[in-house]
């Protein structure tokens, strides 16, 4: 019923407000900032993060198409003013890594770099192999479209020495003596490559050198010519090169059957001796005139050359003791053992005792 009991519970109630006020407004107090600015080109990191307190740190990361600028700042902070700190546009258009080039490379100092806005140059030095063209300039710059400029050759392969002549062969260029270009070799004819058939013009130690040293072209030559029996070869040599030929001669009394030549030829690389060997064949008109006496178990057998020569009384002698035979041909012949046929200039010099089969 008193009335200052009224009037208390409003003043009480206004305190606890402000109480209740003071203490939903105290985190704000503390500090936060709103969302992070807007930045060119570029996209905060939030990592869905939605509220960002005091001395809280925000990354931005470039566009597509765009790079950090080397050196200024891609992030801002919450400040205790309740404001982010500033940041100024970093990020900016660029060409890519500048390119690879087969005949030179990109200088150490650009090596290392990502950034390479509108207008920049990036220089080149020659790879090992190459020389500098100083007509054309060794750069290359990034164009408004963000393009690199087309490269000219201004590096140029380094030519290897000029080949020596190959003795008995040929050296063949194809295209030039310059590295990365083959060389061939080729012998001619009747002769033999031995060793590369072809070389490189290569890299070595920073040098550009030939692979392979020269092979050799050496003679092909014939063997020695086969023998033949009862003959021979006319006029023998040290050696018979390709292209030669060596003609045969019978020994008396025998005649040659067949072509008298051959020639060295090549088969497969190596000499061969061309054609079919010719024969000696005794002659004949020799055998025919041969006379044969049987005495004693054997055969006495005498030329006709050599019956001339025979004194006329042991001829005779000769004849009464046994009948002769007066070889008629062969057939006689054929009768008697192989080594008579085999060796007839002792058959044909002097008498040639026989056994009979
Ligand atoms: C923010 O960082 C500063 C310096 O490190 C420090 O003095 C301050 O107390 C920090 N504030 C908050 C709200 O963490
Ligand atoms: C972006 O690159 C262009 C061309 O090099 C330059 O003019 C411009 O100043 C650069 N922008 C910034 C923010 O650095």
Request: aromatic content about 8%; glycine content about 6%; charged content about 20%.
């Amino acid at each position: 019923m008193s009335p200052a009991f009224p009037s208390a519970p409003p003043t009480l109630g206004l305190l606890g407000l402000f109480s209740l006020l003071l203490l939903l407004y105290l985190p704000a107090a503390q500090g936060a900032c709103n969302i992070p600015p807007e930045i060119p080109n570029a996209k905060p990191e939030l990592n869905s993060l939605t509220s960002f307190p005091v001395n809280s740190t925000i990354t931005y990361k470039c566009n597509e198409g765009f790079v950090k600028i080397p050196g200024k700042s891609d992030s801002v902070v919450c400040l205790q003013s309740n404001k982010w700190s500033k940041l100024s546009e970093f990020c900016n258009r660029t060409c890519n890594v500048p390119p690879s080039l087969r005949f030179a490379s990109l200088k150490k100092q650009f090596s290392k770099q990502n950034y390479f806005p509108v207008g920049f140059t990036v220089q080149y030095e020659c790879r090992p192999g190459y020389k500098r063209d100083n007509s054309l300039p060794a750069k290359l710059t990034c164009l408004q479209t963000s393009m690199w400029s087309n490269p000219s050759e201004f590096c140029k392969r380094k030519s290897c020495s000029t080949p020596p002549d190959l003795l008995h062969g040929q050296v063949s260029v194809t295209s030039d003596i310059l590295l990365g270009s083959t060389i061939t070799f080729t012998c001619n004819e009747g002769y033999r490559l031995v060793g590369a058939h072809d070389s490189q013009c290569i890299l070595m130690d920073k040098n550009v050198v030939w692979s392979d040293p020269h092979p050799e072209c050496t003679e092909i030559l014939c063997h020695e010519p086969p023998k033949i029996a009862h003959g021979g070869i006319k006029e023998t040599q040290d050696s018979y090169k390709y292209g030669s030929s060596v003609t045969y001669i019978c020994s008396e009394g025998f005649s040659l059957i067949g072509e008298k030549s051959i020639h060295c030829t090549i088969k497969d690389e190596q000499g061969e001796w061309s054609g079919t060997l010719p024969e000696c064949k005794e002659e004949a008109s020799l055998l025919d005139k041969r006379i044969c006496h049987q005495w004693q178990k054997k055969l006495l057998c005498w030329s006709q050359q050599q019956l001339k020569n025979q004194p006329q009384q042991m001829l005779q002698q000769l004849m009464l003791q046994q009948p002769m035979f007066h070889q008629q041909g062969r057939p006689m012949l054929q009768k008697l053992q192989q080594p008579m046929l085999q060796q007839p200039m002792l058959y044909q010099q002097r008498p040639v005792t026989l056994k009979l089969q």
